[in-house]
Every structure is written in C-alpha cells, then in structure tokens.
C-alpha cells in the first residue's frame, strides 16, 4: 500500500463549481499534512496547510480526519486558473522532517 | 530572480556518461533536497542535506550521488546514466522546517 493515495483523476469541472478531493495516508504516526499545486511542466509550490481543526484560505477549504487518515480538498467557485494538479503531501516519520508527496490529483476547469 | 535555480533545465545524455545537475538558492534556507518525479510515481526523494556537513539518502538513492558544496549549493551526480534514470529532477529549499519546501524549476534529463 502506497504511504499516501489520490484518486489522479483527472477532474472536469465546469468554472463556478465546487469541487472535492480526498487523499489517504497510511501512518497513523504521520504529524502533519499539507496540499501542494504544481502547474503542468512547472515546480510543486505549497497551497495550504491541514490542520487538525480544518481551515480555510480564500475559496480553499482544507479538512483533516486522523480517525480515518484522510485530508480533502475543497475548492469552492472554481475558476479557470485552479486548473493544476493537486499534491496531497504528509510527514510521515516521527522525528526526521521529510515530505511523502502523493502522485497528485489532476483539475481541469472548463470555461 | 528567482530564488532556487537549477542548471541545466534540459538535458539529452547517453548511457554510461556521468552527468551533474546543479541547485543554487539564494534563500538562505540550511535544507536542501533532490527529487525525481515520474509519471505516476510522484515526487520521490533522492537525497537530503540539513547543513552543509550533512548528507542523507533518501528512499531512491542508488545510482546517484550528491555533493554539498555550500549552504547555496547542492549538486547531484549520476555516475553512469541507464535510461530509467530518464525523469524529471527537482531541487528543493526548506528552513528550520522542511515543511515548506521551496522548489526549483526543474531539469528534464533523458538517457539514451
């Protein structure tokens, strides 16, 4: 079983919808979660955070279920340049600071 | 400018050739790392670095070796390239954290 899991999609998703993504991890010991955006062709750049309380930037919403081991991505009023591929990212050793990326989540807003 | 560069951003090479990717940054970041990323594989680290004396294998590091020449620089040699070596790299940048990391526009390599 792969440490971190995205379905890869890809996503259609028509300008002004919302949409969700989930991502599973497989180690209960892993501390910290984060989504990463990378454009096609281009470097993997951090969006946002998870934090075990769920938070919100803008039009991103970011939820967190260690229960279940999984983070979901929410993306409300979908506009054309959320188009990217989405990486759910974990740190999954105790004590060595090293990023799991999973293999992304691709988006597509059609206009 | 920006603040993580990598050279070359392309590269043909053929197998059996040694080859040097460069990673500078100008972030002042201790943490550097190297990735490669393949289709359906995702982002898999290559090696790490947390200072300039220190120097950590990550999960794929056999065929590759690293260098860190200053707290800016950060090279990666393959030794002998093989075609599955063909990827695109990544050098990335962290601070005390390596939670967020700072990536470079990468370099597409193909062996041949």
């Known amino acids: 079983r792969k440490e971190v899991e995205q379905d890869p999609g890809p996503f259609n998703v028509p300008e002004g919808a919302t949409v969700a993504f989930n991502c599973t991890y497989s180690?209960?010991?892993?501390?910290?979660f984060f989504w990463y955006r990378q454009d096609c062709r281009k470097e993997p750049k951090l969006l946002m955070s998870v934090y075990s309380s769920g938070n919100e930037d803008g039009r991103f919403t970011a939820q967190l279920n260690r229960a279940s081991q999984y983070i979901s991505l929410l993306i409300r009023d979908s506009k054309l340049s959320d188009s990217a591929t989405y990486l759910c990212v974990v740190n999954t050793l105790f004590g060595n600071e090293k990023l799991t990326f999973g293999t992304g989540t691709r988006l597509t807003i059609i206009p | 400018d920006a603040d993580v560069t990598q050279t070359p951003r392309n590269r043909i090479t053929k197998t059996g050739k040694r080859i040097m990717l460069e990673c500078s940054q100008t972030?002042?970041?201790?943490?550097m790392y190297w990735y490669r990323q393949d289709p359906g594989l995702g982002l898999r680290l290559i090696y790490y670095?947390?200072?300039?004396?220190?120097?950590n294998k990550g999960e794929i590091s056999d065929g590759y070796s690293v260098s860190r020449q200053a707290q800016a620089k950060f090279s990666l040699s393959l030794e002998s390239a093989i075609p599955n070596q063909t990827a695109l790299y990544f050098c990335?940048?962290?601070?005390?954290?390596?939670?967020?990391?700072?990536f470079g526009p990468g370099t597409r390599l193909t062996v041949t």
């Open positions: 972030k002042g970041h201790d943490r």
């Open positions: 990335a940048t962290s601070g005390q954290s390596s939670y967020e990391q700072y």
């Open positions: 180690n209960s010991a892993s501390q910290s």
């Open positions: 670095s947390f200072d300039v004396k220190d120097i």
